[in-house]
């Protein structure tokens, strides 16, 4: 069976911007927007204040991140059914699958959640251990979005 290479251009397309935007927001954003005192000569903004912005800018990547996990499935699925089968690819999109919906509707949530109880909640050990846990898996998730971006794309090459 013929595979459809709109679709999979467009699949490899959308890992490639997933990836970027988890490297964009983790790697640039995150550290300019925390450390604006780095930037200028006076603070412009406390750390609490930061986090409300950090948490509202991922709040919206959220959205791309729950379409990502969709159509990783999806595609995964219609690829698995006409037997293009791999196990890197398979493990790689499971993981993009649970970390994507971990991040979106697990982590970043709470997150917001404990941030609109007030300052005094974001000093705690529970909302320190649930930022953690959100960074390893947003990380996990860059390298899960990769693997798979990359598994893909050798494989296309020899069909």
């Given amino acids: 069976m013929k595979k459809n290479i709109y679709l999979d251009f467009t699949y ?30 006076e603070v412009l903004i406390n ?3 930061a986090g409300i912005i950090m948490g509202e800018i991922f709040h919206r990547f959220s959205y791309w991140i729950y379409v990502l996990a969709i159509f990783v499935a999806v595609y995964e699925a219609i690829s698995y059914k006409t037997g293009f089968r791999d196990a890197i ?6 993981i ?7 991040f979106s509707g697990v982590y970043s949530p709470k997150i917001l959640e ?15 251990n649930i930022h953690i846990a959100s960074e390893i898996d947003f990380k996990v998730l860059a390298v899960a979005v990769i693997v ?12």
């Avoid at 983790?26 to 927007?33: D, L, N, R, Y």
């Avoid at 690819?89 to 499971?94: G, L």
């Fill in 114 to 128: 404990m941030q609109a109880m007030g300052a005094e909640v974001t000093k705690s050990d529970a909302f320190n």
């Fill in 47 to 49: 750390n609490y204040n």
């Fill in 96 to 102: 993009v699958i649970g970390t994507s919906l971990m």
């Fill in 89 to 94: 690819t398979f493990a790689a999109a499971v």
């Fill in 12 to 41: 490899l397309i959308f890992l490639a911007a997933s990836f970027g935007g988890i490297i964009v927001l983790g790697a640039f954003v995150a550290p300019v927007i925390f450390h604006t005192d780095r930037i200028v000569s």
């Fill in 148 to 159: 798979l971006f990359v598994r893909r794309l050798l494989l296309l090459r020899t069909t």
